[in-house]
């Protein structure tokens, strides 16, 4: 039995990849058969707290993701659990024909951590931005998708990743982000978390747009509008009894991610809504183009992922009720 | 059971073009050309040279085999029925509704299949990590790749090359069916692959090269691994597409098609004439 505690220590403000790889150590002290693979990017995703301790359970694959990911079913048909670790568009992108016919067709036991998500590439380009990774996964049948929003769910949701049976991606980010949980977070797999009460409109969002998205709240409440706050750490399974209660309780939605706009969590959400309660949802989120280069957060603030436009998508939404 | 030596083996791969072909005249149309060419070496495999259980399919310390070139699927379930891992009966269902078997192998619907194929350039990575995961439980198990010749035209082959040699995977054995056909023509008019013999060893691996045909060949390409203590190997098995049809033999066309009662009768006529 693992009696230790699955938290590295001080990670509240530590970069979300660090935290990773603190954490991804502390497994591999609790499960014997998890191994490392990597793609020349052990360093760079900070799996190498992992590597340093576990070297003889740690591959690198060089600059070969296609194989990486294969190999990871493997592994997976040999009874260990691989972590695969790399960007998140070559685990999405790149590699995404091995992600569906050798992973999730075949359902095997791999733990895909995409880090350096969304634009926290900033500088790096379109080519290193992963912006397409949520509706690419989310699309693969038996996959389950995670984006924990701070470093606590963080290290929680790959917890309870690997002790997941089945294909999991978890978009890990990369530079830090704003603490919104503690020690004692409660994950599970497709619940979401309530954040906030509220009756005239829902904000839901996932990863680097949750802190936003409650700072969007308080905004809303100095207008006498109550948002309710969802953090849906899972986007696949999705929380359908969240969201239809948020439907039907509030009657208007607003979701924010870091993501293009096509095959994210509005459009999961719009779907869901659309069949069971259809009630008016705004989308904040990247509008179908690629987002050049900047630094992080004013990359961000261009593409309109701002606390000011969740306002205004949460007013329009009240509107057409 | 008792191993099949080489003049058994050749009867036993004659039996299963015969099954094999009539599974396709069945279905319709299937890949005929792949499934012939690679019946010789897929027979041999099952009939002595891989430690499998029928009745134990998920046997830890069992060899593991992928048909990375997936679509000769008709010939790999007609041999793992004639194994036992399942009814031959079983096998009448082939490419019917909710069948277990398709053209390509479900490892979930399959009893005996190690992973699921279809797709090319994936079964050699998969092999790479299978390899690694048992070296690393200290398994003496090998893994076998069966891959097409046209197969390796995939980058994702070379990176897989690249890292079984990188590792020293001595426990991973590659099958080059090289039937010298693509589905759009012949291979060297579609993308050259020679010199294959060179490639493979520039690579770190250690190359056989073996005609696929004749069953003491197979057998001796796999006694004494690894070639090199180290090193990976690579068989290079120089086969004939349509093999044992003589009217389709080498045409490129056969890769995927119908399979017509004078085919068969074809087929039948030359395993008389031999025996």
Redesign the interface.
Known sequence: MFKKSIFPKDIAGMEMRGVFGKALAIQGEKHENL?LLGADAIESTRAIDFANKFP??S?N??I?E???????????????I?VVAAYGFLISLRSC??VR??IC???LNVKMVGTHTGLSMGPGGTTHHSTEDIAVMRSFANMTVIAPADPFELVKALDEAILHPGPVYLRAGRGPMPTIFSDEIIFKIGQSHLLREGKDVTLIAYGSMVAPALEAGEILLQNSIEARILNTGTIKPLDEKAIISAANETGAIVTAEEHNIIGGLGEAVAALTARVKPVPVQMVAINDTYCGIGPEEPLRQKHGLTIENIVMAAKKAIALK | MEKLDAQQLTKKANELRVVCLDMIKEAGSGHVGGSLSAMDILTALYFNILNVIPENPNY?HRD?FILSAGHKAAAYVAVLAARGFYDMNLLKTFNKMDSPFGMHPD??KIPGC???T??L??GL??????????R??GIKSKVVVLMGDGEIHE??VW??A??AA??NLDNIVAIVDYNKCCMDGPIESILNIEPIVDKWKCFGWSIREINGHKMEEILTAFKNLPDQRGKPTVIIADTIKGKGIPSVEGKYSSHYAVCSEDMLNECKLQIDNEE
């Open positions: 191994v003889e359970r591959f694959f060089g070969a296609q194989e990486m990911l294969s190999a990871a079913a493997g592994f997976a048909l040999c009874g260990k691989p024909e091995q016919t050798d067709y075949p359902n | 830890r593991r490892m979930h190690d992973m699921s279809g797709s350039g994936h990575p998969v092999g790479v990590g299978m390899a690694l995961a048992l690393m439980d980058g994702s990176e897989a690249m890292g990188h590792y």
